[in-house]
Every structure is written in C-alpha cells, then in structure tokens.
C-alpha cells in the first residue's frame, strides 16, 4: 500500500543526498519497524511521506496513488505527545476533526468512542498533567486514529517512558494495531522492541540512504514476551545490535 520508487532527497545545507534512489514497499496490514543509527535518515522518510519535505526526485505511492494528488492517507504520532496543557483531553482528541471541519456532535461522539477504546473514557475532562507518561500516548495515539489515515507513522512514540509504562505500552499498541486493522510504521532504537512488535524490520545499512534491508522477524501473533528468550530470537536481536554498533563507529 505504501511504495517509494527511486525517491532522492538532499537537505539544502547538506552537499550530498540523505536519501539517494530508495525502492522499497510495504504491504497492506505490515507492522514495520525502523532501524538505524542516529542522523541516518529514518525521520526523513517520515517527513517525505507527509509530504512535509519536497523529493528531489522520484515518486511515493499510496495504493498506486500518487501522494501528491492525496490529503489525509498517513497519521502521525512524533516522540511527544504534544497534546495541548489548555485543553482537555477531549478536546485534544477533536483538535483533527476540527481542521476536517467534523460536525461538534459527531467530534464529541467519535473522541467520546475512541476513549472507551482505549479505557481512558473517564479523563475525557481532565487536562494533560493530570495524566501519566503512558496515559498521554494513549490519547496521542487516539489522536491519530482520529485521522481515519490507512497508514501510521510512529516516530519513537514510547522512548521518553519509563521501562515498565515501555513494555505496557508495546503490548497494548499490539492489540490496537490488530483492532483497528492499521499499516504501521514504527521508528526505534530498541531492538528488542522493534524485534517484539513488528512481523518486518527495515535496517538503515548506511547514510545516504540508498536501500532497506528487510529482516522477517519469526514470531507468531499474538506475541507474548518469553517469545523474546528463543534462540533464534535472541540471535536475530545480537546480529542487529552488532551491526549498528558497526555503523556507529564508522
């Protein structure tokens, strides 16, 4: 549903291209996790899909469509929630169906749902620093399901959590992604959590950017932690480790 043909893209201060002549797709459904080092372009790709950095060349597809001639078609959901501190939870929620000019009933109705949804029905009046760190990205990812996008952009949603709310958080975003019938895709440094969540993994092998390598990750749905522990899993997670260790000190 999602393909990039030959896109190149070069930021103006930079005298190379970050992104040169990248092929790759993703299937209707995935759950795919990005991986790289730091700086090596994984949130470009982010930005080129919403059409929020203009491609040197090439094209990006959503369902053989052009993204050009499409509005709406990807949600996204940055490392901070940015829900608004004036407003309430509510009220955040509503904040896209405002710019999609959404009747107020409906808003209301929609947000209210989409909070039973996600078990937090009862803060629907409270205001952002009334909830904890992974009560907020719940509400930030019901934000974006707001959108009605097909396609998901997760740029690190989880990084800024402590690592028990981290576990819960992977867990319940697994459940949602099979609920709502979404396309994923996830940016992380964490192995392990890119290795739990995702049935794909793209590796950044290098900078610029001229491929993805895809690593199937064999697990089955739905997935429990001690799947972590097999051989072949903790094998998968050294190999990956050790090869962004490589590029790091590079």
């Known amino acids: 549903m999602l393909q990039f043909n030959h896109v190149t893209f070069q930021y103006e201060e930079e005298d190379f291209n970050i992104i040169d002549d990248l092929s790759f797709q993703v299937d209707q459904g995935d759950f795919i996790s990005i991986i790289g080092i730091s700086g090596c372009g994984k949130s470009t790709i982010f930005r080129l899909i919403n059409k929020l950095l203009p491609m040197k060349s090439g094209e990006i597809l959503i369902n053989q469509e052009k993204i050009e001639n499409l509005s709406g078609f990807a949600g996204y959901m940055p490392q901070k929630d940015l829900l608004f501190p004036w407003r309430t939870i509510e009220k955040n929620l509503c904040l896209p169906m405002e710019m999609m000019k959404v009747p107020k009933k409906e808003q209301r ?23 904890s760190g992974g009560m907020r990205q719940r509400i930030s990812f019901a934000r974006t399901l707001l959108t009605n996008a097909e396609l998901m952009l997760l740029d690190e ?12 958080m992977q867990e319940w975003l697994l459940s949602q992604w099979k609920k709502y019938n979404k396309t994923i895709l996830f940016i992380t440094h964490d192995v392990e959590e890119a290795i739990f969540l995702s049935n794909k993994i793209y590796l950044v092998p290098e900078t610029p950017i001229h491929r993805l390598e895809v690593v199937e990750v064999p697990m089955e749905y739905p997935r429990k932690r001690e799947f972590l522990k097999r051989p072949e899993i903790n094998e998968m997670k050294e190999t990956l480790v050790e090869r962004l260790r490589k590029q790091q000190s590079m």
Do not use: H, M, N, Q
Request: hydrophobic share 35%; glycine share 2%; net charge negative.
């Open 109 to 131: 109705e929609r947000a209210e749902k989409i909070l039973e949804d996600v078990g937090l029905l009862d803060y629907k009046d409270k205001y952002p620093k009334d909830l």
């Open 157 to 168: 949603p989880f990084s800024a959590l402590d690592a028990l709310t981290r576990i819960s």
